[in-house]
Each structure stands twice: as C-alpha cells, then as structure tokens.
C-alpha cells in the first residue's frame, strides 16, 4: 500500500472520530489507528529507500551533469583561447603583410624614381653629347669650308696670275713673232 493512502485513511479515521463534550479533543479507534501506523512502518522504509534512491540517483545526475558542463565549459574556453590566437596570429600575420606591401611599394616607387633619374641623366647625356657632336660636325665643315674657301681663292689667284703670265708671254711672243716676220 501506498504512503500517501495510508495518511488518506488516518485523516478519515479522525473525520469519522467523535468530539466528547464539545471539546476539540477527538475519540478515535486506536486499533484502527495502530494497524495503519504499523503499515506505515513497513511501507516508510520502501518509501524511503525509492526516495534516497532517487536523491542519490539525482545527485549523480547532478553531478554528471556538473562534470559534463565543467568538461563543455573547459572546452569552451580552451576553444575560445585558440580562436583568440588564431586571431591575434591572424592579426599579426596581416599587419606583417600590410607591412610588407608598404615596404613594397616604397621600394618599387624608389626603384623607379632611381630609374627615371638614370633614365633622365642617360637623355641629358645623350643629347648634350648629340648637341656637341652637331656642334663639333658644324664647327668642322665652316673649318673645311673656309680653308677650302681660302685653297679657292689662292687657286684663283694663282690661275689668274698664271693666266696672266701666260697672256703676257704669248703677247711677247706675238710681238716678237710679228717682228720677226717683218724684219
């Protein structure tokens, strides 16, 4: 029988009991009364024990359950830890890489200033030496063409007074010719 029948009859027992004399004294049957208490003696220890098992049995849920949330809890914060690394290495590791395109692109657009100044420096060089070369070629023909002018000239004057001499002695040969046939 169960405990909470058992208590179910005892509260009938004293519903059904008589108050002698007005008083809130009860008169009850108290064999009536012993036999349910001896049949809560025999079921209370059942009672009890389907209760401790149950208190123990819900401890070691309890614990379980508390041994499994400290295991899902350390997992949790060693997890998070990792993707805290994971992020601060992946921060780190894009800052390197911001880093060396920085360094990068300095490099480069030094590289090319150097090489548009080597480039600069080559055409300033190039047409100085192109300007000199014009100027050294043009020096060199009026050079050429004034003693070629000067070699011209005495040619001409030299021709001129040989043609001359030349017209001087045939003239004198003529004279002396025309003489000659006269004598």
């Not at 029988?1 to 909470?4: E, G, V, Y």
């Not at 060396?100 to 990068?104: E, G, K, L």
């Given at each position: 029988?169960?405990?909470?029948d058992l208590f179910n009859q005892i509260e009938?027992?004293?519903?059904e009991g008589k108050y002698p004399f007005g008083g809130s004294k009860v008169k009850v049957d108290a064999d009536a009364l012993r036999s349910i208490i001896?049949?809560?003696?025999?079921?209370?220890?059942?009672?009890?024990?389907?209760?401790?098992?149950?208190?123990?049995?819900?401890?070691?849920?309890?614990?379980?359950?508390?041994?499994s949330a400290e295991v899902k809890i350390r997992q949790a914060e060693a997890q998070a830890r990792k993707m805290v690394e994971e992020h601060e290495i992946t921060k780190a590791a894009q800052l390197n890489a911001s880093q060396?395109?920085?360094?990068?692109k300095k490099q480069a657009a030094e590289i090319i200033e150097k090489a548009k100044a080597n480039s600069n420096e080559i055409v300033d060089n190039a047409q100085k030496w192109a300007t000199d070369l014009r100027n050294g070629a043009s020096n060199f023909v009026e050079t050429v063409m004034e003693e070629?002018?000067?070699?011209?000239?005495?040619?001409?004057e030299d021709l001129t007074r040989n043609l001359n001499s030349v017209r001087q002695a045939s003239s004198k040969i003529k004279t002396v010719t025309v003489k000659k046939a006269g004598q």
């Open positions: 029988m169960k405990i909470d009938d027992i004293l519903e001896n049949d809560l003696r025999v079921a209370l220890p059942d009672e009890v024990v389907k209760a401790r098992q149950i208190a123990s049995e819900r401890k070691t849920i309890l614990a379980q359950a508390n041994d060396i395109i920085t360094d990068a070629s002018d000067e070699i011209l000239s005495k040619t001409m």
